[in-house]
Every structure is written in C-alpha cells, then in structure tokens.
C-alpha cells in the first residue's frame, strides 16, 4: 500500500515562504512522477507543479512559475515544494499525488492514483 504523508503548512504573512514535504512509502517512489495540486476555499483541486522520475523536469501552472520551485530526493522517497512570494489567494489545502497514467507533467486530477491528506497552508494580508 503506497501512502503520501505532506507537512509543513502553516500561517505566513503575504510575502513569506513555506517548504512543503511529501514523504511516500514503498520501494518504487523512482518510478513514478510527482506532483503538487491545491484546493481553496469553495474551489476545485486545481494543479500546481510537478516533476518527472528522475527530477530533472519541473513543470508549473502559469501563476506559480517563478515562485514555487517542486524538487524531489530519491535516498529520502520525498516530494518537495518551496513556495516564495506567497500571496492570499495561495491559501489553501495543499496535496502530494502519485501519476498513474498520462505524460508526467499531466495536470487533470485523474491521471493520478494516490494522494495525500493534505496540508494547509494559509497567507494573510
């Protein structure tokens, strides 16, 4: 059974910056792509980055280029994603995801298979 566990959410001031974590179990964590969605208030999970089996592709929403920066360590079977910048409407519940099918930077919800509880993350003004 694969398990994704996030951490490292919190309250930050507009402007600060958060490092999220997403550790999975299992033996195959090399195989697959990763990849970070998130879910506000009222709104649909929508995707935020991901990167492919070996880490050195990085894809990224258009409104987080250049802000958030998703990496990976495979000795630790970890996701990471450092956020910068951060603004209100980042507030929201962050997720880790597994991909099962698709290209690796695949954006829809349904083209991965596990997922994590999520962390909250929330920016104030």
């Known amino acids: 059974q694969v398990q994704l566990v996030e951490s490292g959410g919190g309250l930050v001031q507009a402007g600060g910056s958060l490092r999220l974590s997403c550790a999975t179990s299992?033996?195959?964590?090399?195989?697959?792509?990763m990849a970070w969605f998130r879910q506000g208030p009222g709104k649909g999970r929508e995707f935020v980055a991901a990167?492919?089996?070996?880490?050195?592709?990085?894809y990224y929403a258009d409104s987080m280029k250049g802000r958030f920066t998703i990496s990976r360590e495979t000795a630790k079977n970890t996701v990471y994603m450092q956020m910068n910048s951060l603004k209100p409407e980042d507030t929201a519940v962050y997720y880790c995801a597994r991909q099962s099918t698709g290209r690796w930077s695949a954006t829809r919800v349904e083209d991965y298979d596990y997922w994590g509880q999520g962390t909250q993350v929330t920016v104030s003004s």
């Open positions: 299992g033996r195959t964590f090399s195989s697959y792509a």
């Open positions: 990167i492919n089996r070996s880490g050195d592709s990085t």
